[in-house]
Every structure is written in C-alpha cells, then in structure tokens.
C-alpha cells in the first residue's frame, strides 16, 4: 500500500466515532490493516516490571530480561528479529511520555522503511489508547496482575502517579514492593513548565489506615502545590491536614521542588531517611546529610522550631535517589541488614552501566527483591530523578 493511502487510511480510522469504543485488540487489528501492517500484538508489562504480558489470548507472556522484546523495553529502542512463522518482527517500545508501557509486536514479510515509519506511528497512537482507556477499563489491570490485590494497595495504587515522568530536562521515575501488599509508602511526582515535584512518604504502621494516611498527605501536598505553594507552606499544609483529618497519624517524608534551568534542589525532610546524590556513577557521602525534621501531622506541632529546608546545586547529569527505610531495612540473603552502605553499592552498581533512569530503578528493587525471595518485611519505596539539562 503506497504511504498516502496508508495515510488516508489512518485518518479514516481516527475519524470514524465508532472507534471510539472498541476493546483494544479490535482496535490493533483495525488500526494496523488502515496502516498496511500485516499484524500487531500489544504486550503490557505487569506490575513489577517482571513479564511483558499479551493483550490478546493466543501469545505469550515474554519475561522482561533475556528476551528481545524485554531489551526493547528496557533501552526504548526498537529491536528485530526474524519470526517463527516467516517474516520480521520488529519490537517497538510503547511509550507514554517518558512512562514505558510495554511492547508492540508488528509482523511484516520484509522490513523496510515505510513499515518501521508505520509502526512507529502505530505504537506512539497505542500508547495514547492504553493510557486514556486503562484508567478505566479493569482488563488491562487483571492481564498485568500477577496476584491477588489487598485493600490497602489497591486504596494507595489508585492515588499514585504514573512510574516515571520527564520531559527533556529531567526524568523521574519510581518503583514501590510489595506490589500487592503495600500499606503506607507512597511517591509522587509532578511537573511544570519551570519546576519538578516529588515526594516520598512513609505512614505510621502497615495497614489501611497507614494507606488513608499516606492517600490525605498526596492530596494535602497536590492541593497546595497547584495553588502555587511554596516548598514551606506545602508541607506546613500537610501537617494542618493530618492534624485535622488523622490527629493520630503521621508519616515521614521528603518533599522536594527543583528549578529545571538552574539545578537548584530545595528540599524538606521530615523524620526520614536522608537523600542521596550520585555524581560521574558515584555516590558523593552526606552530599544532602541534613537534621531531619520532626514527621508530618501531630508532632510538628510540639515543637516551635519552624521547618528547615535545605538547598543544594546540582550538576548536569546528577541522580538524586529518595527512599524509604524499608529499603535499608531489608535483609541479604545471610540474614543480615542491608543497611546503607550496602543499599549504596547497590545503587551504584545499578545505575554504572548508563542505562536509563527507569530501568536502573527496576534493576534495583528487583536486586533487592532476590535477596527477600521475592518477600520484605516493609514497604520499599525507591524514587530517583535526573537532571539532564539541554545544553550538558
């Protein structure tokens, strides 16, 4: 088919209202024929970044390491093989932004230029679909499930932002285990034209509550902030809200705003683990070692100190990883504490290889998840961003 009729074709797919509705599979196949592609298969990543997993019941599932379609995922670069049933298959990544959502399998007789400029297309129009259909569609939930959800999670997940945000300043990404046990870690990440956003936070305890906890300090710090609050008053409202609403709660955290064009990072830490900047692949020691704060919600207000918050230059190419205790808390597989220093080579042998932020993230938890056998005994919450400014 000649790439203006290709063309033509798409459109017409696009304009027709009765598009709109159809499952996804119905709509791949539609979409891939008004392309003049001879067949396409989504594949979604489940929870924990472990398997790329079919939307369709004839294929599959594809583990994320050690297969092709996994090193597509993992560098977002398209990658080909030959096919079993004759042919090319070529592996596009299915992105959202900077959020990685799986693979897209396109299956063609020959591989040539007008086909990957196709399925190029057909993947950048899919992710589209999956990110506005999912929201509210339960099948893409239950195909990347691997497990039973308990309540708390499933209250939690619903508040939390995609894995990983960016734009061509900075990326931020972030994984949370146990995926389906978690009760009151949570992350958040946002972005303006000028500013990156994000949170850690860890509510007292390990249960629904926990949850609720966790669920009233991400809306408490999204409300102020697109208000325009400033780094003091978010947080001065999330301790009003707790006091409020949960006078028995309280979570730690570490909220924090960096200015995209200077690198300036300002930060406020409130009884948790101190955050850690990493330089040229190596960790720089207590770089952002400060006094920590009392935790969000009733015992701020037993004292008078005012909340500090602190402020550090960062450097082109700078990753600055925040986390919650469950993570130095964990144990090797000799029984013993992780512990930071251990956490910190971990992270520096993570994120050595030049791989992108969110597959260093993956490679981390799961790193620490194989010493747990695949088990923690708290939630682990691991958020790294990277400044990556144009003109470095």
Not at 125 to 144: C, H, N, P, Q, W
Request: glycine content about 6%.
């Amino acid at each position: 088919m000649p790439t203006s009729e290709a063309s033509d074709g798409l459109l017409d797919f696009l304009a027709d209202p009765a598009h709109l509705t159809l499952d996804l599979v119905t709509a791949v196949a539609r979409c891939a024929k008004a392309l003049g592609l001879q067949h396409a298969v989504v594949y979604l990543v489940d929870l924990q970044q472990r398997h790329l997993v079919p939307q369709t019941d004839v294929a599959s599932a594809i583990p994320v390491d050690g297969s092709l379609a996994g090193w597509a995922y993992r560098t977002q670069a398209l990658r080909v093989e030959e096919s079993d049933a004759g042919g090319i298959t070529t592996w596009f990544p299915l992105l959202d932004g900077a959020e990685r959502l799986g693979v897209l399998a396109v299956n063609q007789p020959a591989l040539t230029p007008a086909s990957l400029a196709r399925g190029r297309a057909l993947a950048s129009l899919l992710a589209m679909m999956i990110t506005s259909k999912r929201a509210y569609e339960d099948s893409f939930v239950r195909r990347t499930r691997t497990e039973r959800m308990q309540l708390p999670s499933e209250m939690l997940r619903a508040f939390l932002p995609p894995r990983t945000i960016g734009n061509a300043q900075v990326v931020s990404t972030a994984v949370l285990e146990p995926a389906y046990e978690i009760g009151g870690d949570a992350f958040d990440h946002s972005l303006t034209e000028t500013t990156l956003h994000v949170a850690v936070l860890d509510a007292m305890g390990h249960d629904l509550a926990s949850g609720l906890t966790s669920a009233v300090s991400l809306a408490a710090c999204r409300n102020a902030r697109r208000t325009g609050a400033d780094l003091p008053e978010l947080v001065e409202s999330v301790d009003e809200a707790l006091a409020r609403w949960l006078p028995d709660k309280f979570c730690t955290a570490v909220i924090a705003q960096l200015d995209l064009a200077t690198g300036v990072l300002r930060w406020s830490n409130c009884g948790h683990p101190s955050p850690i900047l990493i330089r040229g692949g190596q960790l720089i020691t207590d770089a952002m070692e400060r006094e920590a704060d009392p935790p969000m919600g009733s015992p701020s207000l037993l004292t008078s100190r005012p909340r500090q918050t602190h402020e550090i230059a960062l450097e082109p190419g700078d990753r600055v990883l925040l986390y919650t205790d469950g993570v130095v808390e964990a144990r090797t597989r000799e029984a013993k504490l992780l512990g930071l220093e251990r956490f910190a080579d971990y992270v520096i042998r993570a994120t050595a290889g030049g791989e992108l932020a969110p597959e260093s993230m993956r490679r981390l938890i799961h790193s620490i998840l194989d010493t747990q056998e695949g088990r923690l005994r708290d939630d682990a919450t691991l958020l790294m961003f990277e400044w990556r400014p144009p003109s470095a």
